[in-house]
């Protein structure tokens, strides 16, 4: 493979789905889809593109502030965000022997069309007027911030594996 397709040197595994259902009405279709794409989907991906990855790249996975706070309506989301931090540690000890870092980004409330696809478009208006006001910097994060992170780990952050950093205006931190 790496014969035809050259060497990568960075990796953003990004893909991501969410859900809300409350606990108790969660569904095993609900759990096992937001498992597969958020867990499972970014496992795989990096494993399958790890023989690719340059010396001294670096790869960034997505995982979220709901890994370290508890909400309602999201359990299974946070777990498979759990995992995604998990997996950094792990994944950074066994890609180190290659020279290859593994960190992750930990966004909070980016403005992306997430919340308009999962809910009535009103209600998302709500929502995300109410996540504005638990931000400690009082707006939303763009997605411009985000690769602006995600290009600081995959690149500069070269003596850094291992790690997540929150970019949450504060919520997970303050």
């Known amino acids: 493979m790496k014969a035809e397709f050259g060497t990568v040197d960075a990796l953003f595994a990004n893909a991501g ?11 095993e279709e609900l759990f096992d889809q937001l498992m597969t794409v958020n867990a ?3 496992y795989f991906t990096v494993q399958k593109l790890a023989p690719l990855l340059a010396v001294g790249s670096g790869v960034v996975l ?12 999201i359990s299974v989301y946070a777990a498979s965000k759990a995992a995604l931090r998990s997996m950094t540690r792990s994944l950074a000890r066994e890609l180190l022997p290659n020279d290859i870092r593994v960190n992750a980004v930990s966004p909070g409330v980016i403005d992306t069309a997430i919340l308009d696809k999962s809910m009535p478009s009103e209600e998302a208006a709500k929502t995300r007027s109410d996540m504005v ?9 763009t997605p411009e911030e985000v690769a602006r992170t995600v290009a600081f780990l995959a ?4 003596y850094t594996t291992g790690a997540e950093l929150a970019m949450d205006g504060g919520g997970s931190q303050i």
């Open 17 to 27: 789905v969410s859900g809300f259902a409350p606990f108790e009405a969660t569904s």
């Open 40 to 42: 499972k989907g970014t």
């Open 62 to 73: 997505t995982t979220s502030v709901v890994n370290v706070v508890g909400l309602p309506m």
């Open 133 to 141: 006001v638990q931000v400690p910097m009082q707006r939303l994060g």
């Open 155 to 158: 690149f500069d952050a070269t």
